[in-house]
T-cell receptor, first 112, second 113 residues
Framework: GENVEQHPSTLSVQEGDSAVIKCTYS??????FPWYKQELGKRPQLIID???NVGEKKDQRIAVTLNKTAKHFSLHITETQPEDSAVYFC???????????WGAGTKLIIKP | EAGVAQSPRYKIIEKRQSVAFWCNPI?????LYWYQQILGQGPKLLIQ????????DSQLPKDRFSAERLKGVDSTLKIQPAKLEDSAVYLC???????????FGPGTRLTVL
């Protein structure tokens, strides 16, 4: 079955610097790749997603890139701010059920 | 647009007791998911409904967990009897048909003593 690996598990960056979180997936049929942000004690919320017919997508300070050949996708956050501190989850979806297979999460810490 | 509603928000029970959670998805969303999220881990899918039919319940511990989706709208998840390891946040999510955003409810934090 599908497996999604996410790295690193913890990422600490200086405020204003960039952060990159990487995920790899195993099933080449996967076609939808969302990223969720979960603040402490709150629900996961979608921040950006990408479909397999697109290589890159940007939304202000956030971007996602997809390499279908290598079966990996990455989240890029530029000009990090304290409110970016959270746990970020990647996921991959395929098939008629559109289930999400989740990565283990990355705790992003923004140092002032 | 109203979001996914869940109740209760918090529940504390003793092991071997039973508990039920309720979810009301976003209006018109065909697909409903129940996830279990243990502290420090990602969400784990327990069951997925499409309208009022079960699409996948392969990770639902059926000896103690049950779920139903009444008339393809609201859903309830029940645990009977609860174990200590069931302590977690139970998240409900909904989405339209197809590969699309899953919208999460606020979750129910269950503590089993």
């Amino acid at each position: 079955g599908e497996n999604v690996e996410q790295h690193p598990s913890t990422l600490s960056v200086q405020e204003g610097d960039s952060a990159v979180i990487k995920c790899t997936y195993s099933d080449s049929a996967s076609n939808y790749f969302p990223w969720y942000k979960q603040e402490l004690g709150k629900r996961p919320q979608l921040i950006i997603d990408i479909r397999s017919n697109v290589g890159e997508k940007k939304d202000q300070r956030i971007a996602v890139t997809l390499n279908k050949t290598a079966k990996h996708f990455s989240l890029h956050i530029t000009e990090t701010q304290p409110e970016d501190s959270a746990v970020y989850f990647c996921a991959a979806s395929k098939g008629s059920n559109y289930q999400l297979i989740w990565g283990a999460g990355t705790k992003l810490i923004i140092k002032p | 647009e109203a979001g996914v509603a869940q109740s209760p928000r918090y529940k504390i029970i003793e092991k071997r007791q039973s508990v039920a959670f309720w979810c009301n998805p976003i209006s018109g969303h065909a697909t409903l998911y129940w996830y279990q999220q243990i502290l420090g881990q990602g969400p784990k899918l327990l069951i997925q409904f499409q309208n009022n039919g079960v699409v996948d319940d392969s990770q639902l511990p059926k000896d103690r967990f049950s779920a139903e989706r009444l008339k393809g709208v609201d859903s309830t998840l029940k645990i009977q009897p609860a174990k200590l390891e069931d302590s977690a946040v139970y998240l409900c999510a909904s989405s339209p048909l197809g590969p699309d955003t899953q919208y999460f409810g606020p979750g129910t934090r269950l503590t089993v003593l």
